[in-house]
């Protein structure tokens, strides 16, 4: 089975620290992602990488920044927390690409629910 | 823009059947996910569909018309634990999943 963790299920942070969201995937997978889901928004693309020390920013990338230094790990950073970055974040990995089920069949971590104060 | 539309919420009864309608302009077309989502919790993948048709699994089916920008899932003998959010994805020409709003299925006894 795959498996996709989150550091933290819940985080509080106060305007202005810095913050980081950790995420381990244990398939030896070659692509990882970052979401943030909010009510009637659904999920949004923050980074994603396709290989190790690799980045591409998705749609919302703003405020935040990411490091992938080992294939398995990927990190999100929200350099100065603000209150519109409360949200439920997403870690997510898959195979690799190719237009296959297989492959392109993302796998979720738990979330981690970030409220800033 | 890249656009993916499902109902809100939708509500159905124990034992019955229910249909979620997902349309999608996106640009270009690898294939449509259909991710199941209980409140709380991470995304699970249901189905992928690439080709036109409807692909049956247990107690749920998807179905695709790529010439409409069309599925729907298709949920038999509904249970409680069906209660949940179910999303619509899109992988595009990019290999980018476009993602939708999702739909909340409440399910009454």
Redesign the interface.
């Known amino acids: 089975d795959v498996k ?1 963790t989150q550091s933290s299920r819940y985080l509080v942070k106060r305007t202005g620290e810095k913050v980081f969201l950790e995420c381990v995937q244990d398939m030896d997978h070659e692509n990882m992602f970052w979401y943030r889901q909010d009510p ?6 923050i980074y994603f990488s396709y290989d190790v020390k690799m980045k591409e920013k998705g749609d919302i990338p703003e405020g935040y920044s990411v490091s992938r230094e080992k294939k398995e790990r990927f990190s999100l950073i929200l350099e100065s927390a603000s209150t519109n970055q409360t949200s439920m974040y ?1 870690c997510a990995s898959s195979p690799g ?1 190719s ?1 296959t ?1 297989t492959l ?8 981690t629910r970030l409220l800033v104060l | 823009g890249q656009n993916i539309d499902q109902p809100t919420e939708m509500t159905a009864t124990e034992g019955a059947i229910v249909q979620i309608n997902c349309t999608y302009q996106t640009s270009g077309f690898n294939g449509l996910f259909w991710y199941q989502q209980h409140a709380g919790e991470a995304p699970t993948f249901l189905s992928y569909n690439v080709l036109d048709g409807l692909e049956e699994k247990g107690r749920f089916s998807s179905f695709l018309s790529r010439s409409k920008g069309y599925s729907y899932l298709l949920l038999k003998e509904l249970q409680m634990k069906d209660s949940a959010s179910y999303l619509c994805a899109v992988l595009d020409s990019n290999y980018q999943l476009i993602w939708g709003a999702g739909t909340k299925l409440i399910i009454k006894p």
């Open positions: 996709v009637g928004l659904g999920l949004r693309l997403l690409t237009g089920a392109e069949t993302q796998y979720f971590g738990p979330g």
